[in-house]
Structure formats: C-alpha cells, structure tokens
C-alpha cells in the first residue's frame, strides 16, 4: 500500500501536486479490497465506472480545470443511500436486486466536488442493528479483530475506512450507527445536527431522527468531507437553511478558553473499566490543555433508550409499510390475494429484527396503546430535548464515552435483544435531542481495541466539536 495510509487531505495535497493520479489511487483501493475481502464490508464495487470517472477527473485536471474539493479521491456510500444505476440493498433480500433511479443528495454533491464513488458499504439491515450482524449479505467483521463486530448498523461504513480501502465513506446515523462503529472500529465518526445535511435519497428508517455523516481516518478528513455534503436542498424541507460555516477554519484554534460539560449520568456503573479510566484521562487534558471542565445535569438521559426504541420503531413501521411485493423489491411467486400477497412478500423479504421492529412499532401505534406509548415518548422527547440545551447553556460541548465497552465478540449479544439495545445507551440521546455529536478515538482497552470517546454539541455547531476533536487527535497521534 503505497497511498493508502495518507489521509484525505494529504491525498488531495498528493493528487493536486502530480504526485499520485486517481487512477492510481482507484487502483490500489481494489487491490486493497481484494486483499481484505474477508472483512465482508462491501456489498457492490464499480471498478470499471470508477476507472473511467477517475481518468476523466485526470484529464481534467492536466488540462489545468478545477476539479473540485475532493477531486478524484475513492470514497464509499453506505448501501442505504441512492446512487444512480447502481443496486441499493439496505442489506435486505427485500431489495437484493433494486437499481437506484435517481442519486441522493449527499451522493450528487461527493460527485459535484470530484470524489470517485468505487463501492457501497454492507449494513445492518434497513440500518436496524448495533453489530452489523443483521445483514442479509452476511455480518461485516471488525478489521481491529475479525473476531468481533465492527457496530452497526453503519458497520460496512467505518470498517471500509479503518481497513484502507477508501479514503472517507458516508454512513447514516438514526441512533448511534456513525458514532458506535467508529468507536469500535477507532475511526472518526459524526452524526451532525438534523437537518444540516440532506436525506433526499436516503433510505428512510426513522425519518425525524436519520442523518447522514462521514466517517474518516482523521478528524480533518472529517471536516472538509462534511463541508461537501452539508446545505439546504430543495428536494428535502429537512434540510436546514441555515449557513454552512467552513468546519475547517477555525479547527487549529485548541481549546484554551473553552467550557466542557460532563454529566454525571454517562459515567455510570454500564462503564467497563477501560473506557472509564481512558475519558477520565481525555477530561484531564483538556483540563491540562486550558478548557474549563464544568458540571452539568441530564436527570431524564436514561428514559432515552425507551424513548428512542418507541419513536424509531414506530416510524420505522410507517416508513416500510411501502415494502409490499406491489412496485418494487421482493414479490412472493404464489399467493392468493393481494392480502396473501403482502404477508408472503414481507414474510420472504425482510429478517428477524426488522419484522421485530416493525411489530414493536405497530403495537405503539394502535389503538389503545398509541397515548400509553408513542404520545408518552414524544412527551419525554422534548424534556430531553429541553435538558440538553439548559446544559450546553453552561458549556460549548458535552463529553462522555461513545459506548460502554469495546467492540464484543461476533455472536455475543445475537440472542440477547436487550443486551444488544443496550449498546447505544450513550449515543441515541443526541438523535433524540437532534443535536450533533461526534465520536474519535481517544486510547485502547488491554486488548488493544480501541476505545471512542464522544462530543457533543449545540445546534448546526458542529465546527466547534471538529475544533475540540482535533485538538485531542492532534496531541495524540504518536498514540495511534
């Protein structure tokens, strides 16, 4: 691997000086695909298309044209995210063989800025899972230790970055799906705030809480690959207006001066050890690093859990009631009626804990059940929602860790449910508070897998979580 190592933005600096072509770049990720195709990462790779687009973004290039912010570097979509002519699964038998029609926003503005688009990435299904063990191709494993998952449900997502087969990917984020792979796979992560980047083409799962992000190597990288995808779009009135800042300006700036807030409430008895010790060590040096560390409260943060697992399951069951065998995916050969129909499809196309979810969802919905469960949950949606903006009142970010232990085993929570929703326990809060929040790597547990260690911001001020994360990465690179 002779390029693969670089980061995003020295691969650019490489590619605009002459030194590397796109081509050659396309090149060496396939090659790397091929060497690691063990990890089960990806679904689908375009390596004639994306040969082709990275000459035409060599030629221009040569030809002195601007070719974009991102100009000929190979990137992942998660299989989740439309791009035209090429299949998007969500990882299901559902829509093992559907072609996109049409290109998502986020995709369209990669292309815009020069990216070569090369694979789409594994995942859980329809993006429902923790492990990335729920997908209908088969369950992605951890390049830290292909013994253990790499998170889900963005797991393909992170594992394709931290493997070095590409330079960045995009995942989406409904409850932890960016953040807890990137922790488990130790990759930098962000579920930016509702809103700031468009979900037109994306494949709903929980529609007031997905959000695309980027998951890279470093946190720079990070930076300019959401200074790409963010922006209003008129074909999705989720999308904020509100100004995208340059995430990259300010992020050299350190923290000195700066208020960071740590709630009682994520560091409870769920901590493994390591995890512990290594966020007390990160809260030290911020400290050490001239950040005023500050206290505050989250009393309703363990309702969020329950919350979350009521609203996503009932939208989740509202947005796939469109999967019925009629107009496109799966269709059962042999039914009676069109009631047989839809039960056969459904019944042959979607797994185990997608049709758990969506029974879960249904049954919030019903009547008799809808004020007791779902009514409740958007209640105590907004108390959560009110305590974290009365705490970063106090404060310009919040710390916690970005889950409660390391990467666990392949298989180790596959038959316990409970145990496997309790994974997000720390990262569906932000969804729920549709704040942004990023996750970046901040040491390793005695098995050497890395530990995330999560940031949490105001409203669409994502630029001052990229300046606090680097200020960490960048003191600690030697550690990596």
């Known amino acids: 691997m002779k390029y693969l190592d670089y980061s995003l933005t020295e691969i650019i600096d490489l590619l605009n000086s002459g030194q590397v072509t796109s081509q050659e770049l396309v090149r060496e990720c396939f090659d790397r695909i091929k060497e690691t195709q063990d990890?089960?990462?990806?679904?689908?790779?375009?390596?004639?298309e994306a040969m082709k687009r990275a000459g035409e973004i060599d030629a221009a290039r040569a030809r002195g044209e601007n070719v974009g912010a991102l100009g000929g570097v190979p990137v992942v979509l998660k299989d989740n995210i439309n791009y035209l002519g090429t299949r998007t699964t969500c990882a299901s038998k559902f829509l093992e063989n559907f072609v996109s029609p049409y290109t998502a926003t986020c995709a369209s503005k990669l292309h815009d800025a020069g990216?070569?688009?090369?694979?789409?990435?594994?995942?859980?299904?329809?993006?429902?899972?923790?492990?990335?063990?729920?997908?209908?191709?088969?369950?992605?494993?951890?390049?830290v230790d292909t013994s253990r998952v790499p998170g889900g449900s963005s797991g393909g997502s992170a594992c394709t970055v931290a493997a070095r087969q590409c330079f960045a990917s995009l995942g989406t984020d409904t409850g932890g799906s960016i953040r807890?792979?990137?922790?488990?796979?130790?990759?930098?992560?962000?579920?930016?705030?509702?809103?700031?980047?468009?979900?037109?083409?994306?494949?709903?799962?929980?529609?007031?809480?997905?959000?695309?992000?980027?998951?890279?190597?470093?946190?720079?990288?990070?930076?300019?690959?959401?200074?790409?995808?963010?922006?209003?779009?008129d074909m999705d009135m989720t999308a904020s207006k509100v100004a995208v800042p340059d995430y990259l300006a300010d992020i050299d700036k350190g923290v000195k001066g700066l208020k960071i807030g740590v709630a009682k409430q994520f560091f409870s008895?769920?901590?493994?050890?390591?995890?512990?010790?290594?966020?007390?060590?990160?809260?030290?040096?911020?400290?050490?690093?001239?950040?005023?560390?500050?206290?505050?409260?989250?009393?309703?943060?363990?309702?969020?859990?329950?919350?979350?697992?009521?609203?996503?399951?009932?939208?989740?069951?509202?947005?796939?009631?469109?999967?019925?065998?009629?107009?496109?995916?799966v269709r059962a050969e042999n039914y009676a009626d069109v009631v047989d129909l839809y039960f056969k499809s459904r019944t042959q196309g979607f797994g185990k804990e997608v049709k758990?979810?969506?029974?879960?969802?249904?049954?919030?919905?019903?009547s008799g059940y809808y004020d007791a469960f779902y009514r409740k949950a958007k209640r105590v949606q907004k108390v959560i929602r009110n305590e974290f903006s009365e705490a970063l009142k106090m404060c310009d970010c919040l710390i916690s860790p970005t889950t409660a232990t390391t990467a666990f085993k392949l298989g180790e929570?596959?038959?316990?449910?409970?145990?496997?929703?309790?994974?997000?326990?720390?990262?569906?809060?932000?969804?729920?508070?549709?704040?942004?929040?990023?996750?970046?790597?901040?040491g390793k547990d005695g098995q050497g897998l890395p530990?995330?260690?999560?940031?949490?911001?105001?409203?669409?001020?994502?630029?001052?979580?990229?300046?606090?994360?680097?200020?960490?990465?960048?003191?600690h690179k030697e550690d990596k």
Request: hydrophobic share 45%; with cysteine.
């Open 39 to 48: 990890l089960n990462a990806l679904n689908s790779t375009y390596f004639d």
């Open 115 to 143: 990216a070569v688009i090369i694979a789409k990435a594994n995942m859980d299904e329809f993006a429902m899972g923790s492990s990335n063990e729920n997908s209908a191709f088969g369950a992605v494993r951890n390049p």
């Open 180 to 233: 807890e792979p990137a922790s488990f796979c130790g990759v930098v992560g962000i579920k930016p705030t509702y809103g700031r980047v468009s979900r037109y083409g994306v494949v709903a799962f929980a529609s007031s809480l997905d959000q695309v992000g980027p998951l890279t190597r470093t946190v720079k990288d990070n930076a300019l690959m959401l200074n790409v995808i963010a922006g209003a779009d």
């Open 269 to 329: 008895d769920k901590l493994s050890g390591d995890v512990r010790t290594a966020l007390e060590q990160a809260i030290e040096w911020y400290k050490e690093a001239g950040a005023e560390i500050v206290t505050v409260d989250l009393p309703s943060l363990d309702t969020a859990l329950a919350v979350y697992y009521v609203i996503s399951s009932a939208e989740a069951a509202s947005n796939l009631a469109r999967f019925d065998g009629v107009k496109y995916g």
């Open 356 to 366: 758990r979810r969506i029974m879960l969802g249904n049954y919030v919905l019903s």
């Open 413 to 442: 929570k596959s038959g316990d449910h409970v145990a496997m929703y309790l994974t997000d326990i720390f990262t569906v809060p932000v969804n729920i508070a549709s704040v942004p929040a990023i996750s970046l790597p901040c």
């Open 451 to 475: 530990i995330g260690m999560q940031l949490i911001g105001k409203h669409f001020d994502e630029a001052t979580l990229y300046r606090v994360a680097n200020a960490f990465e960048t003191a």
